[in-house]
């Protein structure tokens, strides 16, 4: 599974909605996203992409979008 | 046995001033500070002749501030009512309409002004050498603090708790539960909640300290978990929800705790799954379940999770009352055999709801064979010998991340909006019974479809909620649908709409 799949299923999971229309819409802002979703969704990127979430440094703003998630996944990857 | 909860936070302040009595993120106070606050408070608010026992709102976050002033409003004499800063404008007028408190002190700026009551700011309170009258302090069957939790019709329900409920609660916190001697607690709920006072109280009286999580830190998850390896404490109190929160954190394990001998969860179902995991994470710690509405101050029954229990239930029970206590099961609510509603009855059973005796009559009662008030929980459960199990609500009120929340008062302001015909919130569940999201299942006014996208109109809907109610209160998702179930009576169906949200 590619990772923008990976991350639209688990948000689609998460908040009830399919996203790929909305790439680039704040979930934090329009309320999709709360602390406890977010760290469900750090927990299930953990299980399904293999990344290790970096909690203490997490910045709510580098994870804002699902665009902004998949290149987060990514870099974390990459590393 | 304390007999007497303010009396006793100030003798130990007398014995041992500089025992320590609070840390909020490393700025420390003294139980000696505790008591020159809240003196100055007292002092200040009886200078300011306010009608005899008239409860007084205070707004503000955890600061060490807060505490002291709700310290000072007992001992002048009048009960408090906690409101957390992160609410909204409309909360706090609701609150005001509805208890009618003539005050409002404000340790955070105020969102509106208050122009028809007295506010009072923490500048205009000044230290000085007190004596408070102790025959002031509120005692008795007077009301101690007032908690307001979501009602049914947009209105907001006052629970009023004497300081005999509250004394009831924290001597059974004090003797049942292996906590250590003076023991710290994990001060994260907001005060606005009273799984708080499961922190505050049996901290404050047994001569214990508070560590502060202030919410702040909470909602940020960088700054959540940059803190917390840091924070040292004995005793967990929180939410299971917040505690699966923390599993994320790799050092969250008894290694890198060792001071943290005693978990105390309430506010919602603990899963079997966080249970077992937590055991695994604190092999040696003790960990109980415990029940209790906020109209039976905080909790009532208590039961350690033993691997004996883990092993034998698959849904963990929620406890045995407390010896003072006595929960009954009324069948004739229950659907099936041995279920039933629970009732409690015991000295912490509250009074009633704030200058709202129709509410009051229709959840609480009393009758001859008890000294006590008992309470209509509205929670579906049963008995096996002494120990009670939770399966689920008689009604539409829901636990969600700790919350509770009448998903009637959602409702009640969806219909209210021009945009929607009918509006219904759902509860969905996992498979560990939590609620995992609230849904609003909207049939949408006539023509309204055609002039927004679903997007816009989530926006809208979302935007409009959030002025009139509480931010964990929104719904995370918002359905469309051209007809909603109509039952019987003519009304839409909320139960079959339940049901296919989580078919």
Redesign the interface.
């Known amino acids: 599974m590619d990772t923008k799949e990976a991350v639209l299923d688990i948000l689609n999971e998460l908040t009830g909605e399919d996203l790929s229309e909305q790439m680039d819409e704040n979930l934090f802002d329009n309320g999709l996203l709360d602390s406890m979703a977010t760290v469900q969704m750090l927990l299930e990127l953990q299980e399904k992409t293999g990344i290790t979430a970096p909690v203490s440094e997490f910045n709510r703003d580098e994870w804002a979008t699902p665009n902004k998630i998949i290149e987060k996944v990514e870099s974390l990857r990459n590393e | 046995m304390i007999k007497d909860v303010i009396k006793q936070i100030d003798q130990i302040a007398t014995a041992e001033p500089d025992r320590v009595a609070y840390d909020y993120l490393g700025e420390l106070n003294t139980y000696g500070d505790l008591k020159k606050r809240s003196d100055a408070y007292a002092a200040k608010i009886q200078e300011m002749n306010l009608p005899a026992k008239a409860p007084i709102m205070i707004w503000g976050g955890q600061t060490f501030e807060m505490v002291a002033s709700f310290l000072g409003a007992v001992k002048a004499g009048h009960a408090y009512i906690p409101i957390a800063s992160y609410s909204n404008s409309e909360r706090l007028t609701m609150i005001q309409e509805v208890s009618e408190a003539p005050m409002v002190i404000a340790i955070d700026p105020l969102p509106i002004k208050m122009d028809q009551i007295q506010v009072l700011t923490p500048d205009e309170v000044v230290d000085g050498n007190y004596t408070i009258n102790e025959k002031e302090f509120v005692d008795g069957n007077d009301n101690f603090y007032i908690i307001f939790t979501s009602g049914t019709t947009g209105k907001p329900k006052g629970v009023q708790i004497s300081h005999d409920n509250l004394l009831s609660f924290v001597n059974w916190e004090l003797t049942d539960f292996k906590l250590p001697e003076h023991p710290s607690f994990l001060a994260q709920a907001p005060y606005s909640f009273d799984l708080s006072v499961m922190s505050l109280y049996p901290a404050l009286t047994a001569g214990g300290k508070l560590v502060v999580l202030p919410h702040e830190v909470?909602?940020?998850?960088?700054k959540?978990?940059?803190t917390l390896?840091k924070l040292q404490f004995n005793v967990w109190v929180s939410t299971p929800?917040f505690a699966?929160?923390c599993?994320?954190?790799p050092t969250f394990d008894q290694a890198h705790h060792p001071e943290l001998t005693t978990f105390l969860f309430c506010g919602e179902e603990l899963s079997h799954k966080t249970a077992q995991m937590l055991k695994k994470k604190f092999p040696d710690a003790h960990i109980y379940n415990t029940y209790g509405p906020t109209e039976t101050t905080v909790a009532v029954t208590q039961v350690e999770i033993t691997d004996d229990i883990l092993n034998k239930y698959d849904r963990l029970p929620i406890g045995v009352a407390k010896d003072d206590t006595h929960v009954t099961i009324d069948t004739s609510k229950g659907e099936k055999a041995d279920q039933g509603e629970v009732v409690i009855s015991g000295p912490s059973v509250s009074k009633g709801y704030l200058n709202n005796p129709e509410k009051t009559a229709a959840a609480f009662y009393q009758d001859d064979q008890n000294d006590y008030p008992s309470y209509r929980a509205g929670d579906l459960g049963f008995l096996d010998g002494d120990m009670l199990f939770y399966r689920g609500r008689i009604d539409f009120q829901v636990k969600f991340?700790g919350y509770r929340i009448e998903l009637e008062e959602i409702n009640f302001y969806l219909a209210k909006n021009p945009l929607v015909r009918y509006g219904v919130v759902a509860p969905?569940y996992n498979a560990q019974h939590k609620v995992q999201?609230l849904?609003a299942v909207v049939e949408l006014a006539d023509g309204v479809r055609d002039k927004y996208s679903d997007?816009e109109l989530?926006?809208k809907l979302?935007e409009d909620l959030?002025k009139d109610i509480m931010?964990?209160m929104?719904p995370?998702?918002f359905i469309f649908q051209d007809e909603m179930p109509i039952s019987q009576n003519g009304k839409v169906d909320i139960k079959q709409v339940i049901k296919e949200v989580n078919a």
């Not at chain 2, 909470?218 to 960088?222: A, F, K, L, W």
Request: cysteine-free; aromatic content about 10%.
């Open positions: 909470t909602e940020n998850i960088g959540l978990f940059q390896p929800s699966e929160m599993f994320l954190d991340n969905k999201q849904v997007e989530v926006k979302r959030s931010p964990y929104l995370q998702r």
